[in-house]
Nanobody
Framework: QVRLVESGGGLVQAGGSLRLSCVAS????????MGWYRQTPGKQRELVAK???????NYADSVKGRFTISRDNAKKTVYLQMNSLKPEDTAVYYC??????????????WGQGTQVTVSS
């Protein structure tokens, strides 16, 4: 069974930093794009950042210059370094990955989410 497990969320003051981690576990063949999304109550889940297996990145305009996504393919882990945090970054952050299953099919997986709260 494939699982994505996030960690690193919490409460931080505005201007502070947090680092989120997400590790993929279980049996599978490969991981393609990995990313982070976030969601606040009453709003749709939105892309924060994503990174391909080759290391190409894409960021939401609202986080450019403040957040950095990276991955360690050997550890099957994706990270999100969040600096200069703002109250509007408060959300539940979800890890996402495109994973090639042992059935040789690409599937989209989500983590359970981790809360990030930025106080003003």
């Amino acid at each position: 069974q494939v699982r994505l497990v996030e960690s690193g969320g919490g409460l931080v003051q505005a201007g502070g930093s947090l680092r989120l981690s997400c590790v993929a576990s279980g049996t599978f063949l490969s991981i393609n794009t990995m990313g982070w999304y976030r969601q606040t109550p009453g709003k749709q889940r939105e892309l924060v950042a994503k990174i391909t297996i080759e290391g190409s990145t894409n960021y939401a305009d609202s986080v450019k210059g403040r957040f950095t996504i990276s991955r360690d393919n050997a550890k099957k882990t994706v990270y999100l370094q969040m600096n200069s945090l703002k109250p509007e970054d408060t959300a539940v952050y979800y890890c996402n990955a495109d994973i090639l299953t042992i059935a040789n099919m690409w599937r989209d997986y989500w983590g359970q989410g981790t809360q990030v709260t930025v106080s003003s």
